[in-house]
C-alpha cells in the first residue's frame, strides 16, 4: 500500500511570512494526524481529524495556525504568520481506526529564518 | 491528562550487549501503548503495540516490552542488540477511546562495535 504523502520536504521562509503543508493519507484511513517535532524532542500533537471533524485540537495555536481536511481525505495544514519557534518538522500520520497504530510520513522540515 | 516520560535521552551500548529503554506514563484512564521507531534519515515506524491480553508484547526483530499496570511502565528490551538498531525510538500512549496520541521525548539508542 502507499504511504503518506507530505510535501513539500524542505522550506525555509521569514518570519511574519505564510506557509501550507499538505497531506494525503494512506487510502481509507478515518484518522489523521498532524504533529510537530522540535528538534530533541518527541513529536507533539496539533490536531487530529476523525473523517473529515476536528476530534481535537487543544495544543494547536490557533492565532496562527489552522488546518483543514477536506472531504475527509486530504490535509492542510497552514501557519500565518509564521515565527521563529515554528522552525520544526511537521509530521503527518494516518490511522485505520482511532485505536489503531499511527502510519508516518516522511514530514516537512520547517526554517523560519 | 496524559504523560510519558523517557528515563534516558542516550543509551550507548556495545553489539551483542543486552539494552532496556525506559519508559513510564501517567494517565487517569486505561491506556493503549507503543513503541516507534526512527532510523537514520527515516520516517517514525511502529515497533510494537499493546492493546489488550498479554502483557508482554513482541517485535519481528527482537525487542519486547512488557506493560507493568502497578508501576505505569513500558520498558523496551532486546537481549542482543545489532549495529542496525542504531536508532531514536519513542513510547507513546494513547487511551482506549482513542483519543491523542502523546509521544516521548525520545531515546537515542547507539550500538557501538
Known amino acids: 500500500e502507499a504511504g503518506v504523502a507530505q510535501s513539500p520536504r524542505y522550506k525555509i521562509i521569514e518570519k511574519r511570512q505564510s506557509v501550507a503543508f499538505w497531506c494525503n493519507p494512506i487510502?481509507?484511513?478515518?484518522?489523521l494526524y498532524w504533529y510537530q517535532q522540535i528538534l530533541g524532542q518527541g513529536p507533539k500533537l496539533l490536531i487530529q481529524?476523525?473523517?473529515?471533524?476536528?476530534?481535537?485540537d487543544s495544543q494547536l495555536p490557533k492565532d496562527r495556525f489552522s488546518a483543514e481536511r477536506l472531504k475527509g481525505v486530504d490535509s492542510t495544514l497552514k501557519i500565518q504568520p509564521a515565527k521563529l519557534e515554528d522552525s520544526a518538522v511537521y509530521l503527518c500520520?494516518?490511522?485505520?481506526?482511532?485505536?489503531?497504530?499511527?502510519?508516518f510520513g516522511n514530514g516537512t522540515r520547517l526554517t523560519v529564518t | 491528562a496524559q504523560s510519558v516520560t523517557q528515563l534516558d535521552s542516550q543509551v550507548p551500548v556495545f553489539e551483542e550487549a543486552p539494552v532496556e529503554l525506559r519508559c513510564n506514563y501517567s494517565?487517569?484512564?486505561?491506556?493503549?501503548l507503543f513503541w516507534y521507531v526512527q532510523y537514520p534519515n527515516q520516517g517514525l515506524q511502529l515497533l510494537l503495540k499493546?492493546?489488550?491480553?498479554?502483557?508482554l508484547v513482541e517485535s519481528i526483530n527482537g525487542f519486547e516490552a512488557e506493560f507493568n499496570k502497578s508501576q505505569t511502565s513500558f520498558h523496551l528490551r532486546k537481549p542482543s542488540v545489532h549495529i542496525s538498531d542504531t536508532a531514536e525510538y519513542f513510547c507513546?500512549?494513547?487511551?482506549?477511546?482513542?483519543?491523542?496520541?502523546?509521544f516521548g521525548a525520545g531515546t537515542r539508542l547507539f550500538v557501538k562495535a
Open positions: 507513546a500512549v494513547s487511551h482506549t477511546g482513542g483519543f491523542k496520541t502523546i
Open positions: 487510502s481509507g484511513h478515518a484518522t
Open positions: 481529524f476523525q473523517n473529515n471533524g476536528v476530534v481535537d
Open positions: 499493546y492493546l489488550s491480553g498479554s502483557t
Open positions: 494517565s487517569s484512564v486505561s491506556v493503549y
Open positions: 500520520a494516518s490511522s485505520l481506526r482511532r485505536d489503531s497504530p499511527l502510519h
